[in-house]
């Protein structure tokens, strides 16, 4: 393949090491490209006037890496990391590296594009942008009053997408409930919630930036356990980097991890799990610690509400104000050993009182426990030789690897796996429960910290607010699938399958207008194929992406959206606010957060009265009117800064408060000067709530998240986490014919549906692999580099064997895959080798978030005949999609 604007051999370098690695074991951190080797020898050929470095962003995936930017007369021609940013520390991946591939793709989405054609011939002719506004207005104004604002749905991408909450922001002022993304009940939500309601700060996910406490100076962590994460995969160089130095520094790791990974191969223990068992192995660890005593009693009775009374037939917790005439309903009631009676404790803690933390109590005539008691018999039968079983692992690892852990201070970084199967927020229940009963809260080294934020993007990470208030009680009781799963309200989001059963049934109504704003949904929904009905009972589709993707063959509209290198955003990281500036503009591509805006605006315009208070000031106050540029916005975000947009960009990366200051421990035990008290946790009862009677409260009600009391879901949620075995299993009926486990990971190459159209990036991995164990492999038939089909219930797809040990023999890995090159082809890139075709969208789906199954689910594995049609394997092949940089244009009227 043709040279050009950086080097490929030095590309190659830094991205053939991530192949390697990923056989060998190396860490990929090993692999980035150096610094001073990212030359450009030919970039810069026909491009006349000096280099001007743009300091911005990354955001080929959430990790926000800092890079610098050489731009040569408008054209972006080289890009590097840079070394200001304090997480990723000058250094980029593969995915970073691959921008300029991206943003000058010939096959971007240029203009507004109007379907010509039948959906799926992919005929389409160009429209302004004036006009694309106007019909999207026209066809939801028309909808609206038809048939009602539900009627009208979107969806988004998550995992990527920093302007997230603008999908949510719009459908709130439009009046419907309903828009999604592939993500949320399937990554980050159940932990995201579940945190949340127990501790009231963040999760300790890796991959999305959290768990900074490993990024500190001087980490007095000892242990940290990967759990379902591989972050040299999915964040190399900010995880991925920072997790090499601190192994260089001593300190011990333990993968678990079905899958062989770089993070596995280093690790001091692997734990390869049967995919979707995680819960039954979390529930050991817990019944470990307490049995042999190694969990912290004195922070658990102080500071956890384990302690306190639980009523066994209502499982609410005794309150004050039930136990005694003038007890207040926020004062919880314990055991006391003394006294022998139940007593208020008030809060932190009565020094008169010795709180019983095990046993049984009659209290009134009903029966107690303590919360720590009702742990107890939750996972008395997750014996170590029980979860060994049950997970297909040895007793004696198991051991091991919690040997490590108890020797703290250590953490649990919870990754995505186990939120993609039904036992989602068991798991983070059960992860959360475990750092916390283990005393590894707040101190130096423990993952669970507090720090504080810059202020500018309060009251969420994102740089739009949604604006909840816009959407009435009314609409609100119509999003489907959120009265019964009402995790979702932490995010304002609806259930993806209630949504598809919608469009196919019409109960509870028909979904009729879709606004899809992200890749390629084929690539990343589960059970793919179960949309393509869906798709004919929608009426009208307007995409927007930054280039066709197969979902863009069954659309009416196309709009282009910008790169991230032409988009501006704040990103935080640790004490530093950093600035993403657009470095450049091509064509006519929008920056999503404005696309909506303007869309808005066109419905206020039309007499949209719920529209139109979006863009009162005074009525939208905190959550901010719209914005006509993103300067406005910008500026807005940055006034608790005292900064303008234009002024921060100069000083950014900037410090929002001294490192020092930031970098804080024990939280909880700050005293708050207006009570003289510690402020304890973010919670109700400021005590760490282990024992989670606000997931039944939020069942009930939708409270905290809901912006109204909504009716009860079918059952109550439970308090306390769960093990429910995969629904699909190898001993299930379903195992019989489709006797191997399915699951997936990232690859450190592309991002979810993304980039599979950079040719450097599809040359070093231009088809899916299916990892296979040898013996598994012969059984079937099945030899190294084979064409394969792997069958579900749900379909069938092609993919290339891996045969290796670094799986075991009752399991297999794959991807999502799709192939711009088969666009215009019958299966329009999506059908051939993509593991979503094989995934699980239907029940038993986790109570109280909704996740299905992306991981964990039954499949069979066979020889091909031959390799699927049309799609490129060999370099040459990808010649076509090199660079096409367009001169740099002013920003499209709309
Ligand atoms: N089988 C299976 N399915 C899965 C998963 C799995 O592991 N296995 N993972 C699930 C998970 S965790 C997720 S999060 C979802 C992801 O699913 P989606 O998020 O729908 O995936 P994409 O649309 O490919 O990615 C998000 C898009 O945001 C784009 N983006 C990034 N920055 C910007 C920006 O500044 N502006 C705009 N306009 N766009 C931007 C990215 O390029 C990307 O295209 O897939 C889910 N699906
Ligand atoms: N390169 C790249 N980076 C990304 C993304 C991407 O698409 N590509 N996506 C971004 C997003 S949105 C997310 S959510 C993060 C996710 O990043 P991570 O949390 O690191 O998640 P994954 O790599 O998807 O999965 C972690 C590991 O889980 C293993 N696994 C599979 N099934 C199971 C299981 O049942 N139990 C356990 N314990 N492990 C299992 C997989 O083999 C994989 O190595 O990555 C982000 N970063
Ligand atoms: S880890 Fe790679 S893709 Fe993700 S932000 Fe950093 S450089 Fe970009
Ligand atoms: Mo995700």
């Known amino acids: 393949m043709k040279q050009s604007f950086f080097d490929r051999r030095d590309f190659l370098k830094a991205t053939t090491i991530i192949g390697v690695s990923g056989a060998l074991g190396l860490s990929l951190s090993d692999g980035l490209i150096p610094k001073a080797k990212a030359e450009t020898h030919d970039a810069t050929s026909g491009v006349g006037g000096e280099i001007k470095i743009v300091k911005t962003n990354c955001r080929a995936c959430i990790h926000n890496c800092g890079v610098l930017a050489h731009v040569k007369n408008g054209r972006v021609v080289k890009l590097e990391g840079n070394p200001e940013y304090p997480m990723s520390k000058g250094t980029l991946c593969a995915k970073g590296l691959a921008g300029i591939q991206a943003l000058y793709n010939p096959n971007r989405n240029k203009y507004p594009m109007l379907r010509v054609g039948k959906r799926g011939e992919n005929k389409w002719k160009r429209i302004s ?7 999207l207005a026209d066809t939801l104004m028309d909808t609206r009053e038809k048939y009602g604002a539900e009627a009208v749905f979107c969806s988004t991408g998550g995992g990527g997408n920093p302007q997230f909450p603008s999908i949510a922001r719009f459908c709130n002022a439009f009046g419907t409930p309903n828009w999604f993304e592939p993500g949320c009940s399937q990554c980050y939500l159940p932990r995201t919630l579940t945190w949340d309601l127990m501790y009231g700060g963040p999760a300790s996910s890796i991959a999305d930036s959290e768990a900074l406490e490993l990024y500190s100076k001087d980490s007095k962590i000892k242990t940290l356990v990967l759990w379902g994460t591989s972050v040299s995969y999915s964040c190399p160089a900010g995880g991925g980097r920072i997790l090499t130095e601190l192994r260089s520094k001593g300190v011990r790791t333990v993968s678990v991890d079905p899958r062989f990974t770089p993070d596995a191969a280093r690790a001091d223990v692997w734990l390869p799990i049967r995919p979707g068992t995680d819960v039954a192995l979390m529930l050991s660890w817990i019944r470990y610690v307490i049995a042999n005593n190694h969990y912290d009693k004195d922070f658990v009775l102080k500071w956890t509400n384990l302690p306190f009374l639980v009523n066994t037939k209502t499982h609410m917790l005794l309150r004050a104000s039930e136990l005694v005439s003038d007890g207040d309903s926020n004062t919880f009631v ?104 283990m005393g590894n809260v707040e101190k130096p080294g423990a993952l669970m910290q507090r720090r504080p934020h810059s202020g500018t993007m309060e009251p969420s990470t994102y740089i739009v607010p949604e604006a909840r208030k816009l959407l009435s009680e009314e609409q609100l009781n119509k999003r489907l699938g959120a009265i019964e799963h009402k995790g979702l309200l932490q995010w304002g989001a609806a259930h993806i399958p209630t949504v598809l059963n919608a469009i196919l049934t019409a109960k509870p109504y028909q979904p009729r207008v879709w606004i899809e704003r992200s890749g390629n949904k084929f690539a990343v929904l589960g059970n793919a194929s179960s949309w393509l009905p869906a798709i004919d009972k929608v009426d009208f ?100 800064l005292s900064i303008t947009w234009k002024e921060f960009i100069k000083k950014s990366p900037m410090e929002f408060m001294p490192y020092d200051k930031w970098h804080q421990y024990y939280v909880y035990k700050q005293v708050d000067p207006e009570t003289g008290l510690p402020v304890g946790f973010s919670t109700p009862s400021k005590k760490l709530e282990l024992y989670g009677e606000r997931f039944i409260e939020l069942g009930r009600t939708g409270r905290p998240y809901a912006t109204y009391d909504l009716p009860p879901a079918s059952q109550d949620y439970d308090a306390l986490p769960y093990y429910a075995e995969p629904h699909e ?38 088809v899916p692999e299916i990892w296979i164990n040898p013996v598994a492999a012969k059984k079937y038939g099945v030899e190294q580099s084979d064409w394969v089909w792997v069958e579900s219930r749900r379909g069938k797809t092609q993919a290339k064997a891996r045969v290796t040990e670094g799986i075991a023999p009752g399991t ?49 594995v066979y020889k091909a005949d031959s390799a699927p049609e049309g799609v ?22 709309a």
């Open 729 to 766: 299993n190898p001993n299930a009926d379903v195992g019989k014919e489709f006797p191997l486990v399915m699951t997936n990971g990232r690859l450190p190459m592309f991002h979810h549906g993304t980039l599979r159209n950079v040719p450097w990036l599809r040359e070093i991995y231009p």
């Open 541 to 640: 589709i307007a995409h927007m992406y930054m280039y066709p993707t197969s979902f863009s063959s069954y659309a009416d509209m196309l709009l282009p959206a910008a790169e991230w290198l032409e988009t501006n955003m704040l990103v935080e990281s640790l004490n530093m606010l950093c600035g993403r500036q657009a470095v450049t503009h091509t064509w006519e591509t929008m920056d999503e957060t404005l696309f909506w805006s303007k869309l808005a605006k066109r419905l206020a315009d039309m007499g949209h009265e719920n529209c139109q208070k979006a863009f009162d000031a005074e009525f939208m106050g905190r959550d901010l009117p719209y914005w006509n540029t993103m300067e406005e916005l910008l500026d807005a975000r940055l006034k608790p």
């Open 812 to 860: 297999v890995y794959m991807e999502r895959f799709w192939f711009p090159e088969t666009l215009n082809t019958e299966s329009h890139g999506w059908k051939e080798m993509n593991v979503n075709v094989l995934s699980k969208n239907d029940a038993p789906f986790n109570d109280v978030c909704g996740t299905y199954t992306l991981r964990g689910y039954q499949v069979r």
């Open 129 to 135: 942008w004036n006009d694309a506004l106007q019909k």
């Open 872 to 893: 490129w394997t060999e370099p040459e092949q990808f010649a076509p999609w090199l660079p096409n940089p367009s001169d740099p244009t002013p920003e499209a009227e």
């Open 334 to 437: 314990i055991w006391d050993t003394t006294s022998k009676s139940a007593k208020p404790l008030t809060y932190p803690w009565d020094e008169k009182l010795i709180p019983a933390l095990e046993g049984e109590f009659n209290v009134g005539g009903e029966t107690y426990k303590t919360g720590f008691q009702l742990l107890k018999d939750r996972v008395e039968p997750y014996t170590l030789e029980h979860a060994a079983k049950i997970c297909w692992l040895e007793k004696d690892k198991i051991e091991q690897a919690l040997q490590l852990y108890i020797q703290g201070p250590s953490g649990i970084s919870l990754g995505v796996a186990t939120d993609q199967h039904p036992n989602s927020t068991q798991a983070a229940m059960s992860i959360c429960i475990l750092d916390s009963i």
